[in-house]
């Protein structure tokens, strides 16, 4: 159990981890990087895209090598930003307590912080061996559009103390940039423009690739347990 707080250095590295399917990235995870490597100091972040989600499976999801390939687009020269190939060379559907597992023992040295929307702290309970993944990593939260305030949020996290009040210490304020891959697969499918949805390298490669140009299903995912 952590007991130190939050912006304590423990080690000398601060890296926080932002996983997803990139189905595809857009500015709203790289608005969302920056916001939480300001917020709390981060040396790096990690963009890990997911081999297989775990959450929504029906969603059409582009092949791994191009969202890796768009993730490194978005990421343009910025050396605060690094693309790990962790889940998609472990293949299959990854457990976030699998990677942190693999992170941890492979860079001891390192205080690991978990990136995610503040919506996701809802569905905590419902992770693989949740208790085990927060002793092993800070998870910090951005507030999104139509959440409630701290105080309520804390009393909806359906874990048990000292749990809620760790977690509310993780949250932070960023932009509120209401983007979603969903959005940006549906209007592709329909032949609408993505600019200011993506960086225009992004859009060049989905465009140049034919992705998400033949049909579309609900259901972004975002994080898996």
Known sequence: MRSASLMDTTHSKRIGILG????????GHMILAQDAAEAFQLDHVWFLPCAQPAHKPY??????EHRVNMVKLCMGNDPRWQCSLLEIERAGVSYTIDTLQAVTQQRPDVDWHFIVGADTLLELHSWRNIEAVLSLCWMIAMRRPGLP?????????????PWPDVLIEGLFEGHLIDVSSTEIRKR??????????????VEQYILAHELYCQGHNEGDVSSKP
């Not at 032949?191 to 225009?200: C, G, Q, W």
């Open 188 to 201: 592709v499918a329909q032949k609408r423009s993505i600019r200011y949805l993506v960086p225009a390298e």
């Open 20 to 27: 997803g399917t990139f189905n595809p990235p857009h500015l």
């Open 59 to 64: 969603t059409i999801v582009a092949a791994a």
């Open 149 to 161: 305030g701290a105080d309520a949020l804390r009393n909806q996290i359906q874990l048990p103390a």
